[in-house]
């Protein structure tokens, strides 16, 4: 889920990936209130979870964010 997390903060936030390991804060990595918005509908539009922004904004490090979305995929359906 790292992978998928770190591709699409590459990928669609155009973030740089050398910055990206679990223990980057959303600081490091400059994830702002506007990109963890997109993140939370790129979360559900390309994999199917439900993470509100709120909810992202609540979490410190990259790895707490994978760590919600492993929880949220072990309860999807599909």
Known sequence: MFETL???LVDKLKISGD???AE???EDIELDSLAVVELSLVLEKELGLKISDDELMEL???GEIVAL???RAGSVTV
């Open 6 to 8: 770190k591709n699409i």
């Open 19 to 21: 910055q990206i390991v």
């Open 24 to 26: 980057a804060t959303k």
């Open 60 to 62: 410190d490090t990259v």
């Open 69 to 71: 979305m492993e929880q």
